[in-house]
């Protein structure tokens, strides 16, 4: 198995043996487990500057894998990999902080991972769910899920690819509202930085029901979604398309309040917006930029489908006018 993950990781296996192992990992839990962490380990490694850090964690689990015995070596990688997101992180020492603690009364393991701004991460949960973050959105996750419910929590955006499980609903608790699945695929924004809260569908059904009263519920059919007006749920069409940002980091976007562009860069980017002039904040504006550009260049890509100007005022602060 070990030799086979460094084939897949190192890019040398081909398309058939390709489909071979993701095959094999359909009928063994705990080698798709150890997929899922390895994956996890470099895709946030690839947000660390110094390469020489990712390399030197490799190194040091090949070590491991040669020095230890066949059953002691796959229990230890095992572990080590649960882990080697935060021990990435300790080593890079900067970019974001992941956290580890354990509840004493369940003694359930939690990692959480703060996503940079300017960068996304996509990581694969314990059960194969799949997860794009957006910059500067955080996500709390048990290292297992254990009982009769698959629950993360999370604060900023996400796409979510949900591994279906009939007996085990997979929810994702933000500040007010929950989104409970059984296996789909949906988008959530939900910083706890503004108010705004939208959950838009793609594919399968998704439960959306305020956590403090859960009579206000709707229930969502694809290219539907979900927003919050005035405190209160709202349905609606949506025409969310994640393809070319998931793959590309290219954020598109169709008929959105000009508004809605700027708490995004906001969040995205942590910097200030300062309105003055006649420029119409609801104004519905079309187009797409790259999410991993400067801010300024994604300003003025904007202006080309929008007449407005602006300027720095601070490191963290712009005027739109």
């Known amino acids: 198995m070990n030799d086979r993950l460094d084939k897949y990781f190192s890019g040398e296996m081909s398309t058939v043996e390709k489909t071979a192992f993701f095959q094999s990992l359909e009928t063994d839990p705990e080698a798709k487990k150890e997929f899922a962490r390895t994956k996890n380990a470099l895709a946030i490694s690839e947000l660390i500057d110094r390469k020489e850090d990712e390399e030197k964690t490799i190194r040091g689990i090949r070590e491991f894998d040669r020095r230890l015995g066949k059953r002691s070596e796959?229990?230890?990688?095992i572990n080590l990999l649960k882990y080697a997101a935060i021990a990435l992180v300790l080593i890079a020492g900067s970019w974001f902080a992941s956290q580890q603690y354990t509840r004493q009364q369940q003694k359930v393991l939690f990692t959480e991972i703060n996503v940079p701004k300017g960068q996304r991460v996509n990581m694969t949960l314990a059960d194969g769910t799949s997860v794009w973050l957006s910059p500067r959105s955080k996500i709390r996750i048990p290292n297992e899920f254990q009982g009769d419910n698959r629950t993360v929590e999370l604060d900023g955006e996400g796409y979510f690819s949900v591994t279906k499980d009939p007996k085990r609903p997979f929810i994702v608790k933000t500040q007010q509202f929950n989104v409970e699945v059984l296996g789909t695929e949906f988008n959530v924004f939900a910083y706890t930085e503004i108010p705004r809260f939208e959950t838009s569908l793609?594919?399968?059904?998704?439960?959306?029901?305020?956590?403090?009263?859960?009579?206000?519920t709707i229930r969502l059919k694809p290219r539907e979604k979900v927003s919050v007006i005035n405190d209160i749920m709202v349905k609606s069409s949506s025409d969310f398309d994640n393809k070319d940002y998931l793959e590309s980091g290219i954020f598109s976007f169709r008929a959105k309040p000009f508004v809605e562009i700027l708490d995004c860069l906001s969040l995205w980017y942590n910097v200030r917006f300062k309105v003055t002039g006649t420029v119409a904040l609801t104004q519905k504006i079309s187009g797409k930029f790259r999410q991993s550009e400067e801010i300024e260049k994604i300003l003025g890509a904007l202006q080309n489908v929008y007449h407005f100007n602006f300027k720095r005022i601070s490191e963290n602060e712009f005027e739109i006018y």
């Open 74 to 77: 796959r229990q230890f990688r």
């Open 202 to 216: 793609v594919e399968g059904s998704v439960l959306v029901y305020n956590k403090d009263n859960r009579n206000e």
